[in-house]
């Protein structure tokens, strides 16, 4: 699902934020269809990988920061759940999984949070036209970071990755920035919940919201 809207929605001359860019395999293909990217992953393994790939498809229009994007500016223990490329559930401040699991660190890093916002005021970043944020649970952090984007730039159509937990809350405040929920799909693990009779809403899935 994630694939087929951004490639309907990627083309040339569109700045889009990969949040969550793990590896960069949404990053490369924005890229390759002339996306101006910013990938934004602060797990060392995941982002080591994901220069590799950038190399490796000799892409010069995407810029990776390693800073971890939060609603405030400051220093913050980031928690790895696996140092392995390729691995998500690592978490900024806490160490809660996207489920509400405690889990025990392999290892914590100081990492520098920093907001959206931020970014734009410093002008190190240009805004975007399209976003898709997926960081295992604290996607509604890095919404709040970037308020100043969705008021006064606000970009065309954003994807956020949304678990029960927090579905009523994000819903609400994509509402309030005028954002519509327009579609939302599921992974092979969700469409498996689904067939199994769990209300959709109990479900994490990924939601496109457009203005």
Known sequence: ???????????PGEVFY???????LYTVVA???????YAFEPHVGNAQSLLQNIHLNELDQVRVLTSAL???TGYVPFHYASQKPGSSGSQ??????????EFIPVATELKHGITIDELLNRQVIKPATLVKLDVDGNELMILRGMVGL???RPP????????????????EFMGGYGYGLVERHYTAIGKR?????????????????RV
């Open 150 to 152: 969705l008021s006064y």
């Open 156 to 171: 065309r159509s954003i994807q956020v990755e949304v678990h029960p937990v927090d579905r009523t809350a994000i819903l």
């Open 18 to 24: 990969d949040i969550g860019a793990n590896i960069g």
């Open 1 to 11: 699902g994630t694939f087929q809207w951004l490639l309907a929605e990627c083309k």
């Open 31 to 37: 890229a390759k269809h002339g996306a101006m990217v």
């Open 92 to 101: 900024l401040g806490h160490t809660q999984s996207e489920t509400g699991q």
């Open 193 to 209: 919940h689904l067939a199994d009779g769990v209300p959709p809403d109990e479900i994490t899935h990924n939601a496109i919201f």
């Open 70 to 72: 939060h609603w405030t």
